[in-house]
């Protein structure tokens, strides 16, 4: 469940003992096979806006001031952290957990920055939409996206003029990796995407007489290619399989990957036309993905731990924009990624800052405790926002945290302490650590004891529940 999703549910903890690994993947991709609602948070005047105008040259039409442009900025910055949580909250609340699972792992691959709101709603639904379906429909339809057409600047690719910004990215990062073409491959492939564009509704654009319709080489084919003849030419080559199933093993399965059941997982993989479900149940159903060496050895991405936490402990959260603040504290702020190769993983998660505080995140949930931390100045990542504060307010203070921060939450218990109804007083401690570790705690239990309030049944559960989601351990699964 932590693999394939973001942790059990409090009210799934009994029922899962009762699924084989085959029955349970199963159950996970039948609740994923539905298509996903489209996610609209865009603000009423931004749609207004966009309605009257189709492209570059009707919005200079415009007569938009200074303030009234910085305005609209400032509404679609506003609207991308509302999309980030009505996202967050569907990563909690969905019975889809396979899909926003991969449609998480598609986001970080296909990373773009983008402050248009429009764009990045219109991405996100191809990536929730594709997140399980065929990897080379995502790569076509993403190529054609507005946000990554505008991050990679293929609307200034033009023939004569060749940018060669997404020719690189799409060999280097989303199919083939480094090392696997050549610069002469870039250059040609950018020849080939030449009239690719959008509007500013979204809409791709195919600008016949910007693209350069001579004949290219690319990977040692020749051709009057097009865009989609090199995305073709790219996925006939097995190193795209490989390169693309070694990336889901290292988010899956372990950080540190398994050449043997690469290759043999990348060969079915592209044998089988590059079915991403086909991918996931070779890896789910398989014996050695249950390997000790497997069991615990990944470290939860800080959207896993937030969306984990909240699905064993479910809460109403009154202020929900602290989340976008814990986002930040933590390392991966959704639609903000640090480049364009998205966020590194494994142990890059953790430093001496983030790990004091991924541990103390159950207990200031749990008791409304207060954090004060100054998020890292990273203008670059941004794109501007550090001097914009949640409310969309310019405070040029670059990100100064004014004042103490709590996570408003209160958590319902009900479901959670259900689970334990039949448990012997002295079975709950291990059977508290069963529901919510991954691999034994190395907290001497005289220490854990110390912290634990015995006043209760229940408050015993609730208080030794804390302190072991406290530990380094459950920062693994």
Not at 366 to 383: G, I, L, N, R, T
């Amino acid at each position: 469940m932590w693999r394939a999703g973001f942790g059990p549910m409090a009210e799934d903890l009994d029922q899962l003992q009762h699924f084989s690994q085959k029955s349970l993947f199963k159950a996970l991709l039948k609740s994923s096979a539905s298509t996903p609602d489209y996610i609209d948070v865009a603000d009423s005047s931004l749609k207004g806006l966009m309605m009257g105008v189709g492209d570059v040259v009707n919005m200079q039409k415009m007569d938009l001031s200074d303030e009234q442009k910085k305005q609209l900025r400032q509404q679609s910055q506003k609207d991308i952290k509302s999309l980030n949580l009505s996202w967050l909250n569907e990563m909690v609340n969905s019975n889809a957990q396979l899909r926003e699972k991969m449609s998480l792992f598609w986001h970080g691959h296909f990373a773009t920055r983008n402050l248009n709101i429009f764009y990045q709603q219109l991405l996100l639904d191809v990536i929730r939409k594709n997140a399980l379906g065929n990897f080379g429909d995502l790569l076509r339809e993403v190529s054609k996206t507005a946000a990554m057409i505008n991050f990679l600047n293929n609307n200034q690719n033009k023939k004569d003029h060749p940018n060669e910004n997404f020719a690189r990215e799409v060999m280097e990062l989303f199919t083939m990796g480094r090392g696997n073409y050549s610069e002469t491959d870039v250059k040609e492939a950018a020849r080939a995407f030449t009239g690719w564009g959008a509007n500013l509704r979204g809409n791709f654009v195919f600008r016949k007489f910007q693209h350069d319709d001579g004949t290219k080489t690319v990977l040692n084919q020749h051709g009057n290619f097009d865009g989609d003849d090199v995305l073709n030419i790219l996925l006939e080559q097995k190193q795209t399989a490989y390169f693309i199933t070694k990336k889901i093993y290292r988010y899956l399965v372990n950080d540190i990957a398994d050449e043997s059941n690469v290759k043999w997982l990348s060969n079915r993989f592209y044998n089988n036309n590059y079915d991403i479900k086909l991918l996931l149940e070779d890896i789910f159903t398989s014996d050695w993905f249950y390997d000790i060496k497997n069991i615990g050895s990944h470290i939860k991405s800080p959207i896993e731990l937030i969306a984990g936490i909240r699905r064993i402990l479910p809460m109403e959260i009154q202020n929900e924009e602290s989340q976008l603040l814990l986002q930040r504290l933590l390392g991966q702020l959704l639609f903000y990624p640090p480049n364009v190769a998205g966020w590194p993983g494994g142990m890059n998660w953790i430093d001496s800052s983030t790990l004091m505080f991924r541990l103390r995140i159950p207990q200031i949930v749990y008791s409304a405790d207060e954090f004060q931390m100054k998020p890292k100045d990273d203008d670059d990542q941004m794109m501007g926002m550090r001097d914009f504060n949640e409310n969309g307010i310019d405070t040029k203070s670059r990100l100064k945290v004014k004042g103490a921060q709590m996570i408003n939450a209160k958590i319902n218990w009900d479901a959670y302490l259900k689970k334990f109804n039949d448990t012997p007083r002295e079975k709950l401690p291990a059977a508290i650590a069963l529901s919510l570790l991954q691999t034994p705690s190395s907290i001497n239990d005289d220490i854990l004891n110390k912290y634990i309030d015995i006043s209760s049944r229940e408050s015993f559960i609730k208080t030794m529940t804390i302190q072991l989601m406290s530990t380094p351990e459950y920062q693994l699964c």
